[in-house]
């Protein structure tokens, strides 16, 4: 099949690369190159280096105007497959292809559209989420599904690896849709449930208040990993926190005051309950296990914020 390849991030990687062997890929299509590091160099998105070393045409446009979706419209695409693009696609080029646009969304639809349903769903205490292959329409994930697959999110797994477990099964899905697509027999049914939406994260949320509950910490901890990374102030340092877990016991001490720390990590007392960090990193520093940091440091007393 003659396939539009628009995708961004390491999320699309997968799905890439599955589709790059059995089908045609006219066009990859990607975000610009961003300044990134500290030098601010440019730096190609993942999907563009990984379409450069498979050899694949590339674009980076700025946005899709008329005049690019004219252009990429003439390439005569059975389909448009899209994945973590981050750019809106318009409808005169779904309309171009004779399927369409095919989306791969990790996330149970309707529950969590929008730009971050991994990270949502774990911060949100989902026990569960998924992956589905949507047909695309004008709406922000709104069009029917044609596969959807459900898994149990795992104890301890963080966002990036929950993510990237989603994004393999999503890529071995999306070629199953393409087959039944080719055989005349792919059926996408509209989409069923209360709908909730994914906000964009921002950086600001990632500063742990330790007067909430650990619970709600905990999870918001593992949802941040690897972005944009849970962090608090302590003894004058920015410390990230990369791995927690919540323990249920109260705590007498002030929210933020760190009241044992030992092999098994450093507990902090919140308003509720008692986070362990399991894994941080200081500044100018690698990650280190927290059960390592104890040995270095005296942090009993010391103070979150």
């Known amino acids: ?61 700025v946005r899709l105007a008329p ?23 318009p409808e005169p080029l779904l309309q171009a292809a004779s399927h369409g646009g095919i989306n791969v969304h990790p996330s149970l639809l309707p529950r969590w559209r ?54 393999r099964r999503g890529a071995e899905l999306l070629l199953e849709v393409l087959a039944d697509l080719e055989a005349g027999h792919a059926r996408a049914r509209p989409q069923d449930g209360e709908a909730s939406y994914a906000a964009r994260l ?7 208040d ?26 004058g340092e920015r410390i990230r926190i990369l791995r927690a877990t919540a323990l249920p016991e109260a705590s007498p001490t002030p929210a933020g005051q760190v009241i044992d720390a030992n092999n098994e990590g450093i507990d902090v007392a919140c308003g509720q309950g008692v986070l362990r960090i399991l894994e941080l990193q200081r500044p100018g520093k690698r990650p280190a296990a927290a ?5 270095g440091r005296e942090w009993v007393g010391l103070c979150f914020d």
């Open 210 to 235: 330790f007067k909430r509950p650990a619970e709600e910490l905990a999870r918001r901890v593992m949802a941040f990993n690897p972005r944009p990374g849970a962090w608090a102030g302590c003894a």
């Open 291 to 295: 059960a390592e940091q104890a040995r």
């Open 67 to 89: 005049d690019t979706v004219a252009e990429l419209a003439s390439l005569q695409p059975e389909a448009i497959v899209v994945v973590a693009y981050g750019l809106l696609v």
């Open 1 to 61: 099949m003659r396939l539009i390849f628009a995708g961004t991030s390491e999320f699309a990687l997968p799905s890439l690369e599955a589709i790059a062997v059995r089908h045609d890929i006219a066009r990859v299509v990607t975000q610009p190159d961003r300044p990134a590091g500290r030098g601010r160099r440019l730096r190609a998105t993942p999907v563009r280096e990984k379409a450069e070393a498979l050899g694949l045409p590339v674009s980076a446009p």
């Open 114 to 167: 929008g730009a971050a349903p991994v990270e949502r769903a774990m911060e949100a205490g989902d026990r569960e989420t998924g992956v589905a292959i949507m047909k695309m329409d004008s709406g922000l994930d709104t069009g029917p599904v044609y596969r959807m697959e459900t898994t149990d999110i795992g104890p301890g797994e963080s966002a990036g690896e929950l993510s990237a477990r989603l994004a």
């Open 202 to 208: 921002r950086r600001d949320e990632a500063h742990l």
